[in-house]
């Protein structure tokens, strides 16, 4: 579904122009566009995927020992 704002009275055009883009980055148009930008294949989306929870888990662990350090 289609972003639309519409100028409300006494609005300025930066304050419709922020909420536009506000809407826009809530409704995720624009990360949908920049990952369908190019063809992953699935077996490279898997291997992506399976990186980017390996940095996830790491760095949950590093935030856990920095917590655990301080006692």
């Given at each position: ?13 930066e ?5 536009f883009r ?5 409704s995720?148009?624009l990360s ?21 929870a ?18």
């Open positions: 579904m289609p972003v639309t704002v519409m100028l409300r009275p006494n609005e300025s055009p304050q419709l122009l922020k909420r506000k809407q826009v980055a809530k995720g148009i949908a566009v920049r990952r369908k930008r190019w063809y992953v294949s699935p077996s490279e989306l898997r291997r992506m995927q399976k990186k980017k390996i940095r996830r888990m790491r760095r949950r662990m590093r935030k856990a020992q920095e917590r655990h350090k301080g006692r």
